[in-house]
């Protein structure tokens, strides 16, 4: 069974950095599709980051300050998030599913079987 546990979220003021963890374990493959959504109070959840075997995609709200990586020796999906603003304010997930289609912001999130408990995120102005 995969899981997914996030950390690193927090309080932070705006122009500031966080980076944020998804812990992985349960599975051996690295050909899944991993992802970060985040979900503000009163809004869907939107995929803003996604990687694959090296290839990222983003969400155009936070393309040029937030950078997705993966340690496949640690089995660790990060996401270094900087210059934030307050309308990143929210609760942030990982995401992982290894079934076949496009990995990139669009997919959605009944194609993701995997997902985190999640982490808050605050930026205050």
């Known amino acids: 069974q995969v899981q997914l546990v996030e950390s690193g979220g927090g309080s932070v003021q705006a122009g500031g950095s966080l980076r944020l963890s998804c812990a992985a374990s349960?599975?051996?493959?690295?050909?899944?599709?991993m992802a970060w959504f985040r979900q503000a109070p009163g809004k869907e959840r939107e995929g803003i980051a996604t990687?694959?075997?090296?290839?990222?995609s983003y969400a155009d709200s936070v393309k040029g300050r937030f950078t997705i990586s993966k340690d496949n020796a640690k089995n660790t999906l990060y996401l270094q998030m900087n210059s934030l603003k307050p309308e990143d304010t929210a609760m942030y997930y990982c995401?992982?599913?290894?079934?076949?289609?496009?990995?990139?912001?669009?997919?959605?999130?009944?194609?993701?079987?995997?997902w985190g408990q999640g982490t808050q995120v605050t930026v205050s102005s």
């Open positions: 990687i694959e075997s090296g290839s990222t």
């Open positions: 349960g599975y051996t493959s690295r050909r899944y599709c």
């Open positions: 995401a992982a599913d290894l079934r076949p289609g496009s990995c990139d912001t669009r997919r959605p999130t009944t194609e993701f079987a995997y």
